[in-house]
């Protein structure tokens, strides 16, 4: 993703010197103009591609924020005579404004996304629309910004709004380069893959999509205030035009809009593509090629240009490297010496009083009562439906609770987000493996080493940690392989790497080993057994009752929601209603 070889950084820096150095060496206005509206696209493409790009929530209203930009700009200037440079950052921020009470309302509604987002910011762009032409905004005839005088630093105005336009694609650039190789980036990115898995991994998705938000609306407002110094003559028609989310949408697409620079590719090869088409058919002519083109990338490369020509570049990958012993400094990174099986007088980890959860009419859980304590493995069993998986569910803080509380080493974690619950250092598992699919085996374990629990957070590199629970699950061979590539006992063990990357006290595991055969079965029991081992509390929903029996301390059976029994493996399974409601007579006998 990076741009690290030192020939490649000399040849970008000095295309860059000559593009400034452009206006000044007395480049025709024509050629400035020409090249800032390829800048102004490069831009607007690429803040487009920080929120829907990288988070995967399409935005059809690109065209607010821009237009939100171009009116802050001509009202500040025409109106109220501010220094038209003064009004970009100012742009910029009313634009980042709009999108932060957008998202304060939408993003809170889970079901707003998909297609769902994409309308519903398209409306946006109409209701402002109207808004504009309806208020002394514009009024309906328009703002003319001819007497607003224009900066020239030194050249023309015309070299002046393209030094502008290359300042703001070349920030824009920045920006978005800098937020993909971030925190907020690799979040975004588990948001795209999966958005309920990335908040129980750790991810506030809500902020990291507020803020991606409001940073592609920033840089369209900026890209909108400058555009209308460019333009001279604003109408609401022009502004709020279809043209300016479709034409960022293909341009993305085109590109590749998870990579930092393809929008920008995209933006360019559209842009230069149309330009060549000005006159009388021909432009009609260029847009069919356009159009073309765009139909047979989308089908040779679905992912866009740019990924595709950075895989090629990769022919030759560099496989992560071993972790070193003593490389890690987290105890609960280590797996420590074998620990003593929990005794009833241990102290106790995790709490559930009373918890219950209703989904409408049903009852899910029933008021359980349940406690697990420190450093034993406790297994959750019962026929199904029975609530297992629910309160794995209710503990993660996937779902909320409908009464009752839950009790994380002397905290109530009842009323937290589910990455809240996560930083806390409660990590799970699923069933049916839930990985970022576009993501490696290891940028998915890396990801939850970034975002896991609060336990030595920062003491730790997170690539060492993803290497360390790779090499600790047998994957470090796999760990350029994207999830798609791999078989289901392999999809399993990358959930547990994940897992333990993220530093829990408590590992929650829901049916780890269903679809396993008998072989791999030991190898996660063996597995299982190594993480206890290292200290870490296992509760795990299973009904391979071999493994049950081999490494539970305490059984607990769960009957239509309510705790059926609770004991010593072997006791429990003979109690008569553990055998009536779960095992039958003749596992009995």
């Known amino acids: 993703m990076a741009v690290n070889s030192t020939p490649a950084r000399l040849a970008i820096t000095a295309v860059i010197a000559v593009l400034f150095a452009l206006p000044y060496a007395g480049a025709p206005d024509f050629y400035l103009s020409y090249l800032y509206v390829v800048f102004f696209w490069v831009a607007l493409a690429t803040s487009w591609g920080v929120l829907s790009g990288y988070s995967g929530y399409w935005s059809f209203g690109h065209a607010a924020f821009f237009g939100a930009g171009v009116y802050t700009a001509a009202s500040l200037t025409t109106k109220a005579g501010l220094p038209f440079l003064l009004t970009i950052p100012l742009a910029a ?50 703002v003319n910004m001819g007497q607003v005088s224009l900066p ?132 009609e002519l260029g847009r069919a090629g356009v159009a073309l083109s765009l139909i047979v990338v989308i089908l040779i490369l679905p992912q866009g240009i740019m990924p595709r020509l950075l895989a090629r570049l990769r022919k030759v990958r560099v496989q992560p490297k071993a972790a070193r012993p003593g490389a890690l400094t987290l105890a609960a ?46 297994a959750l069993v019962g026929p199904n439906g029975s609530g297992k998986s629910t309160l794995i569910n209710m503990i993660s803080g996937h779902f909320p609770l ?43 374990v890396r990801l939850c080493a970034i975002f896991g629990s609060e336990r030595g957070a920062g003491q730790d590199d997170p690539d060492a940690l993803a290497r360390h629970w790779l090499a600790f699950t047998g994957l470090a061979d796999k760990a350029h392989e994207l999830p798609g590539a791999l078989n289901l006992h392999e999809r399993k063990f990358v959930e547990f790497a994940r897992a333990l990357a993220a530093r829990p006290k408590l590992l929650l595991l829901d049916e780890v080993l269903c679809g396993l055969t008998p072989s791999e079965v030991d190898q996660a029991v063996g597995l299982i057994r190594k993480i206890r081992a290292g200290g870490t509390t296992i509760v795990f929903v299973e009904h391979v009752m071999r493994a049950v029996v081999a490494l539970a301390d305490r059984v607990a059976v769960l009957d239509q929601g309510r705790l059926l029994a609770l004991g010593a493996p072997q006791e429990t399974m003979q109690m008569p209603e553990v055998v009536d409601v779960y095992l039958g007579v003749a596992h009995a006998a």
């Not at 907020?184 to 991810?203: M, N, Q, R, W």
């Not at 102290?347 to 697990?372: H, I, M, P, Y």
């Not at 619950?421 to 990985?435: E, F, H, M, N, S």
């Open 93 to 142: 921020a009313v634009a980042a404004a709009l999108a932060g009470l957008i998202g304060l309302v939408v993003f809170r509604i889970k079901s707003l996304r998909g297609e769902f987002f994409a309308l519903l910011t398209l409306s946006v762009t109409y209701v402002l629309a109207a808004i504009v032409s309806n208020t002394p905004i514009d009024g309906g005839g328009g």
């Open 402 to 444: 409908s009464s009752g509380s839950i009790v994380l080493d002397g905290q109530n974690i009842s009323s937290l987000e589910p990455h809240e619950v996560a930083r806390k250092g409660i990590a799970r598992t699923y069933q049916i493996p839930r990985l970022f699919e576009q993501l490696s085996v290891f940028e998915n």
């Open 333 to 378: 990174a280590r797996p420590a010496a074998a620990a003593m099986p929990a005794s009833a007088g241990d102290s106790v980890l995790l709490e559930c009083r009373g918890v219950t959860k209703r989904f409408g009419g049903l009852q899910a859980l029933g008021g359980v009562d349940l406690q697990v304590r420190r450093g034993e493995i406790l």
């Open 152 to 283: 020239t630093f030194g050249t023309s105005v015309s070299g002046a709004i393209y030094l502008l336009g290359l300042l703001l694609a070349l920030g824009a650039l920045a920006v978005s380069r800098r937020v993909l190789c971030s925190r907020l980036g690799a979040g975004l990115l588990a948001i795209h893959d999966d958005e309920d898995v990335a908040e129980v991994k750790g991810v506030p998705t809500l902020r990291y999509k507020l803020a991606a938000f409001a940073i592609s609306a920033a840089i369209a407002g900026a890209a909108g205030a400058i555009q209308a110094g460019y333009v001279g003559y604003i109408t609401v028609g022009d502004t709020f035009s279809i043209t300016v989310p479709l034409y960022v949408v293909l341009m993305s697409i085109l590109g590749g809009a998870r990579h930092w620079a393809g929008p920008a590719v995209g933006a360019t090869l559209i842009t230069v593509a149309l330009g060549l088409f000005v006159g009388g058919n021909h432009a």
